[in-house]
């Protein structure tokens, strides 16, 4: 992964975009860990010329809204030593440059498009040194009764995928009693979470806080869920019926703040 086509100049863009909202974000990594999370983000740029992985190929942009959103999370949660799957990981994001950030972080990546899933397994991976388990399917059946993978991680994070009371079904199920759910949404989070109260709630959850970083001039939320109980065993349903008739809240209240 060393040239990947986008040129010295680019790269040293995104290193220098990198560096700053780092140092913003009072975050302090080695330099092999900086370096490694641009060639990340250069080959996600390189492989989006013959595979649709992202709408963000200027470096600055990958630096700041994809490499520094998905590290926001290593400031709202201790991630050393953690178990973390990535529900509709995507082309690496967050979980990538998490594994990059903490190498002791025990990472699995999750989504449903076998190419994505396959480039990173065959090509990023390996390339980047990083050791992680990848699966390609969708995740109301890795989370199903029975399944290794139910109530098996510390930290189920997820970006970008559905709205958060869909969202909580897919994930709260993989997390553990204790651990945490991070979901990663934008300038209306506070009305998602007001929407998926019911869903928190019924598959075993409890909204912890919010915490709210700014990148590229817009806000970035992480919800922190807490998995407070085990989720009943009919949950997730099949996606079809997730969509058909998704947990809402029943009844007007005060939204979360």
Same mark, same amino acid.
């Given at each position: 992964?060393?040239? !990947?086509?986008?040129?010295?100049? @680019?790269?040293?863009?995104?290193?220098?975009?990198?560096?700053?909202?780092? =140092? @913003?974000l009072g975050l302090a990594l080695a330099p092999d860990r900086i370096d490694?999370?641009?060639?990340?983000?250069?080959?996600?740029?390189?492989?989006?010329?013959?595979?649709?992985?992202?709408?963000?190929?200027?470096?600055?942009?990958?630096?700041?809204?994809?490499?520094?959103? #998905?590290?926001?999370?290593?400031?709202?949660?201790?991630?050393?030593?953690?178990?973390?799957? /990535?529900?509709?990981?995507?082309?690496?994001?967050?979980?990538?440059?998490?594994?990059?950030?903490?190498?002791?972080?025990?990472?699995?990546?999750? =989504?449903?498009?076998?190419?994505?899933?396959?480039?990173?397994? /065959?090509?990023?991976?390996?390339?980047?040194?990083?050791?992680?388990?990848?699966?390609?399917? @969708?995740?109301? =059946?890795?989370? *199903?009764?029975?399944?290794?993978? @139910?109530?098996?991680?510390? !930290?189920? #994070?997820?970006?970008?995928?559905?709205?958060?009371?869909?969202?909580?079904?897919?994930?709260?199920?993989?997390?553990?009693?204790?651990?945490?759910?991070?979901?990663?949404?934008?300038? /209306?989070?506070?009305?998602?979470?007001?929407?998926?109260?019911? %869903?928190?709630?019924?598959?075993?959850?409890?909204?912890? *806080?919010?915490?709210?970083?700014?990148?590229?001039?817009?806000?970035?939320?992480?919800?922190?869920?807490?998995?407070? *109980?085990?989720?009943?065993?009919?949950?997730?349903? %099949?996606?079809?019926?997730?969509?058909?008739?998704?947990?809402?809240?029943?009844?007007? #209240?005060?939204?979360?703040?």
């Amino acid at each position: 992964m060393a040239d !990947v086509g986008i040129g010295h100049y @680019r790269i040293s863009a995104m290193k220098q975009t990198l560096q700053a909202g780092l =140092d @913003r974000l009072g975050l302090a990594l080695a330099p092999d860990r900086i370096d490694a999370l641009c060639r990340f983000g250069a080959a996600v740029i390189e492989k989006n010329k013959v595979m649709n992985l992202t709408a963000i190929t200027e470096p600055q942009a990958v630096a700041e809204l994809h490499l520094l959103d #998905s590290l926001t999370l290593c400031k709202v949660l201790d991630l050393s030593g953690k178990s973390l799957l /990535d529900v509709g990981t995507g082309a690496g994001f967050p979980g990538v440059p998490l594994k990059i950030a903490v190498p002791s972080l025990e990472l699995t990546l999750l =989504d449903s498009l076998q190419k994505r899933m396959r480039w990173l397994q /065959d090509e990023a991976l390996p390339a980047l040194g990083i050791t992680a388990a990848v699966l390609a399917g @969708r995740a109301e =059946d890795y989370a *199903r009764p029975g399944e290794p993978g @139910r109530e098996g991680f510390d !930290v189920v #994070s997820s970006r970008a995928v559905a709205r958060l009371n869909v969202l909580c079904e897919l994930c709260l199920p993989f997390v553990r009693p204790g651990g945490c759910f991070l979901a990663m949404k934008g300038q /209306d989070a506070a009305e998602e979470l007001q929407q998926a109260r019911r %869903a928190i709630e019924t598959l075993g959850g409890r909204w912890e *806080r919010t915490e709210t970083f700014e990148l590229g001039g817009q806000q970035h939320r992480v919800l922190v869920i807490r998995k407070v *109980r085990q989720t009943p065993p009919q949950y997730p349903r %099949a996606y079809a019926k997730i969509k058909q008739k998704p947990l809402f809240a029943t009844e007007k #209240s005060v939204l979360f703040t």
